[in-house]
């Protein structure tokens, strides 16, 4: 059995409070917090059957760690382990409107957060991630996240490969992103159900990951870096494909 989960900050505790108020079973507030953001959690809180537990600023932040908890703590039941067998779902729910983000060996938890919030802002279907040499859902990934690592399925697959290839098989087209790659992002068309494809930040891609999607597009970069951090460039290709739907180009 799963142990339970903390969650922390203002935006992911308010964020499972409105999804999933059936997951929650303690909260903690910092004592001498009555804004109005924390008192809308309490609120909530107390509607969802759980009675909050005020505690000293120190104790939170003992519980949090490194972590910013903004004066609230919530402990939490086990969300939807969600896998690559449950790929063919989300693709049939979303429809000609699917949109994947999949991230290589991204190991940096902030990073994941980072992703899961552009994802949520970009209204990508799912972000899929391999369960080795990758960042999980941790405390930290959730605050980066802000909320959107509750509305927003994380697949944690297996194998990668055959998560992408389920993707495929479902009528997916799949476009990695790799500095290399001759077809610019600009140039490329997205129609129909989309997954992009990011590696980690220098190291990119790996080989079988590379190899298994339809295409490859670069973002054109006009200064002196050589790549961009993989949640920023996660936003630029996301909103190119809501680009291009918004217009009809896609």
């Known amino acids: 059995m799963s142990k ?48 909050p537990q005020f505690s000293q600023r120190k104790t939170l932040d003992e519980r949090a760690g490194e972590g910013n908890h903004q004066g609230v703590y919530l402990i939490v039941t086990p969300g939807r382990a969600w896998q690559e067998n449950d790929l063919p779902e989300l693709v049939e729910k979303a429809g000609q409107k699917a949109l994947f983000l999949v ?11 980072a992703c899961l919030r552009t994802a949520d802002a970009a209204g990508a279907t799912a972000v899929v991630v391999p369960k080795d040499k990758a960042a999980g859902l941790t ?51 997205f129609v129909g159900p989309t997954a992009l494809v990011m590696g ?19 973002i054109p970069l006009a200064g002196t870096v050589s790549s961009l951090n993989v949640s920023v460039a996660a936003g630029v290709c996301l909103f190119e494909v809501a680009r291009q739907r918004q217009h009809g180009k896609g």
């Open 4 to 51: 339970n989960e903390a969650v922390y900050g203002i935006h992911s505790v308010s964020a499972i409070l409105e999804h999933a108020p059936e997951r929650a079973v303690e909260l903690f507030v910092q004592k001498d917090r009555d804004d109005p953001a924390v008192q809308a959690i309490i609120k909530a809180a107390r509607a969802a059957g759980v009675r």
């Open 103 to 113: 991230l290589d060996q991204v190991t940096d938890p902030h990073n994941l957060g």
């Open 139 to 189: 405390s930290v990934a959730r605050k980066v996240a802000s909320g959107a690592a509750e509305v927003v399925p994380l697949v944690v697959a297996t194998n990668l490969a055959r998560a992408i290839r389920i993707l495929k098989d479902e009528g997916v087209w799949v476009t990695g992103t790799a500095g290399e790659a001759t077809s610019s992002l600009y140039e490329n068309k």
């Open 200 to 218: 980690a930040e220098g190291t990119g891609m790996r080989r079988l990951t590379r190899e298994l999607c339809d295409d490859l597009v670069a």
